[in-house]
């Protein structure tokens, strides 16, 4: 079955710290993987979206890696500030291309940045 | 360029009354899809329309249904709501295919 957990599903951290967000899928075949970052009332934003054979992938302060072998990506915080407090969700496309509705989506991590 | 807008923003119904939410996608983006987001099951894909045209479609009953007019805009109806309706519908818009998605803000429906 096509699934895509995340870990944690919550982490609270203090402003400045780092952190690292988790996103297991069993998705076959896949195409690409993208993070999203939501803010509480609003749609999903994307931060990065990486192909099978791209590793990493930087955006500003935000870091993925994508590991296609074990089936495992990484979101990675830098410095955190409080506008970083959102839901993050993984999302990976099977590649059977044409459709939005070949996106399998993660529950998210909810991350709250305090003072 | 305007992002993806959507109306209205929050919605309060009743059960068994019916809901149309509006979807205007960014423009030149003839993809426009729906999801339904609740806090215990995520992100939930509901259907996708292109030129008009339903290319894909979720797992929801059949009281959830959309349609997408030549100008890409789109609309959703749920008939016989639920309370189990209750959630956040997002739409997103993209140029076709699996390209990048730019999602709306949502309308956040609530069924008592």
């Known amino acids: 079955k096509n699934q895509v957990e995340q870990s944690p599903q919550s982490l609270i951290i203090l402003e400045g710290k780092n952190c690292t967000l988790q996103c297991n899928y069993t998705v076959s075949p896949f195409s690409n993987l993208r993070w999203y970052k939501q803010d509480t009332g609003r749609g999903p934003v994307s931060l990065t979206i990486m192909t099978f054979s791209e590793n990493t992938k930087s955006n500003g302060r935000y870091t993925a890696t994508l590991d296609a072998d074990t089936k495992q990506s990484s979101l990675h915080i830098t410095a955190s500030q409080l506008s970083d407090s959102a839901s993050y969700i993984c999302?990976?496309?099977?590649?059977?291309?044409?459709?939005?509705?070949?996106?399998?989506f993660g529950k998210g991590t909810k991350l709250s940045v305090k003072p | 360029k305007a992002g993806v807008t959507q109306t209205p923003r929050y919605l309060i119904k009743t059960r068994g009354q019916q809901v149309t939410l509006s979807c205007s996608p960014i423009?030149?983006?003839?993809?426009v899809s729906w999801y339904q987001q609740t806090p215990g099951q995520g992100l939930q894909f509901l259907f996708e329309?292109?030129?008009?045209?339903?290319?894909n479609k979720g797992n929801f009953p059949g009281r959830f249904s959309g349609r997408q007019f030549s100008n890409s805009r789109s609309e959703m109806n749920v008939s016989t709501l639920e309370l189990g309706d209750s959630a956040l519908y997002l739409c997103?818009?993209?140029?076709?295919?699996?390209?990048?998605?730019?999602f709306g803000p949502g309308t956040r429906l609530t069924v008592t």
């Open positions: 423009s030149g983006h003839r993809s």
């Open positions: 997103a818009s993209s140029l076709g295919g699996s390209a990048e998605q730019y």
């Open positions: 999302v990976v496309t099977l590649n059977y291309g044409g459709s939005q509705g070949n996106l399998i």
């Open positions: 329309y292109f030129s008009e045209t339903q290319r």
